[in-house]
Nanobody, 124 residues
């Protein structure tokens, strides 16, 4: 099972930006779906963004236009650029890898390797 390691979380005021990073094993990075998910205690895990190995991305409606996964990346680091952050974006953010390379936006259940999470807190 792939080992994933996130970083880049923190506290920011509403309207601010953060960039999350996740180191992914090279073979996994180039072969399988990768995604960012978030979870607030007591709530279900929510998909934020996914990217297929050939570059196709999906985004949750709540983050479209604000969050992006950079497509051109020569290293094996998965990023999540988060702009115009809002208090409702406050959550633990996780990166994950699936064991498939298509239909990456099918939901968190297809992802079987997870990082430990990084906290993002947005204050109003």
């Amino acid at each position: 099972q792939a080992q994933l390691q996130e970083s880049g979380g923190g506290s920011v005021q509403a309207g601010g930006s953060l960039r999350l990073s996740c180191v992914v094993p090279r073979y996994t990075y180039s072969t399988f779906c990768l995604g960012w998910f978030r979870q607030v205690p007591g709530n279900e895990r929510e998909g934020v963004a996914t990217i297929a190995p050939y570059g196709t991305t999906t985004y949750a409606n709540s983050v479209k236009g604000r969050f992006t996964i950079p497509k051109e990346n020569t290293d094996n680091i998965l990023y999540l650029q988060m702009n115009s952050l809002q208090p409702e974006d406050t959550a633990m953010y996780y990166c994950a890898a699936a064991r498939q390379s298509v239909n990456c936006g099918e939901g968190w259940s297809i992802y079987n390797a997870w990082g430990q999470g990084t906290q993002v807190t947005v204050s109003s």
